[in-house]
């Protein structure tokens, strides 16, 4: 059964950060007939519903028991963002249930009705980077992540490469994405969003100490993605159907968290204090000390427009703060 043209845009994770940005973003296309997909809980997560324009929402669970029976029509597209993004959850059965068989069957279901499927993968699939942050399809059964939320990525994006799927869908694999609407994520939250509580409340920005003795403290260098260029990416795959594959989506410049801070800081006017923080025991076996994406094969694709610098997305991302909390 063909997707119908009029058949409705599924976003999970539509409550959630990249997934409510990315319902937006829809919206000021002009686009309504959209079907959010999400579990909210007791949390501020449904916040981030308000002023979105969709046709229905599912609980997640709802979704999946429908496309089992084959009860819904055909949807034009799937964005599929919905997942247990805690890389701290412990719990391998229920990521593997959550985030690697959910995604299983919503790619066979895309398939079989012919919708444009787009799926979240992670950086977290690179593990130390002990090989590098290439994309391409030879590199990546060779990955091995450090926490199981990364697994459950990885043990996807092996699945469809050796069934051969990612030459009919898109999976990205989003690297430090930060922006509006993550307030709901507790300790999940971007660096950005918890310096700026921290600068308005002490005046200071805590950052961990560095364990790896080639980095300095503060040095540890992350690729930081602003929310609206990551949305920018899976617009761009939505529309255009015949590129297809695993992508980075990532600027492809590491920068460190005191850059990170420091742009904080200017965009607060305030001047910059930092206040040293020993790593969790829990973390130091698990850390990131350097992600930077490859990006030749996404634009390869076709993917030509810039990332937002690092200072000018986080000055923008204080001023929605700003207003946001008054």
């Known amino acids: 059964m063909p997707p119908s043209p009029k058949g409705p845009i599924i976003v999970t994770g539509g409550a959630g950060f990249i997934g409510s940005n990315t319902v937006l973003a829809l919206n000021e296309r002009g686009e309504e007939n959209i079907l959010a997909i999400d579990r909210l809980g007791t949390g501020e997560k449904w916040k981030n519903l308000r002023g979105l324009r969709f046709d229905d929402y599912l609980d997640k ?86 926490n199981m939320y990364g697994y459950s990525k990885q043990v996807f994006d092996e699945w469809a490469l050796r069934h051969g799927l990612y030459e009919r869908i898109v999976g990205l694999k989003f690297f430090n994405v930060f922006g509006p609407r993550e307030h709901h994520k507790g300790e999940m939250r971007s660096v950005v969003h918890k310096a700026y509580g921290e600068v308005l409340a002490t005046g200071r920005i805590s950052l961990f100490r560095s364990g790896h003795p080639e980095y300095r403290d503060g040095e540890q260098k992350r690729d930081f993605v602003y929310v609206k260029d990551a949305v920018r990416v899976i617009l761009s795959f939505l529309d255009n159907p015949d590129r297809n594959g695993l992508f980075n989506c990532g600027t492809g410049k590491a920068r460190t968290w005191l850059d990170l801070a420091h742009a904080v800081f200017a965009a607060l006017g305030r001047p910059p204090q930092v206040n040293w923080i020993d790593m969790p025991e829990h973390l130091a076996d698990r850390y990131q000390y350097f992600t930077e994406a490859e990006t030749a094969k996404l634009r390869r694709a076709g993917y030509t427009e810039p990332f937002t610098p690092l200072e000018d997305a986080v000055a923008d991302y204080v001023d929605y703060l700003r207003k946001e909390e008054g």
């Open 61 to 146: 669970d709802d979704l999946i028991a429908r496309v089992r029976q084959r009860q819904l029509p055909p949807p034009r597209a799937i964005i599929h963002l919905g997942a247990c993004s805690s890389t701290t959850e412990r719990d391998a059965d229920y990521l593997i249930h959550n985030n690697t068989i959910y995604t299983k069957e919503l790619c066979e279901w895309a398939l079989e009705t012919g919708a444009r499927l787009i799926v979240a993968s992670s950086a977290a699939t690179y593990g130390d980077g002990a090989l590098g942050y290439s994309d391409e399809d030879s590199v990546t059964p060779r990955l091995r992540p450090l």
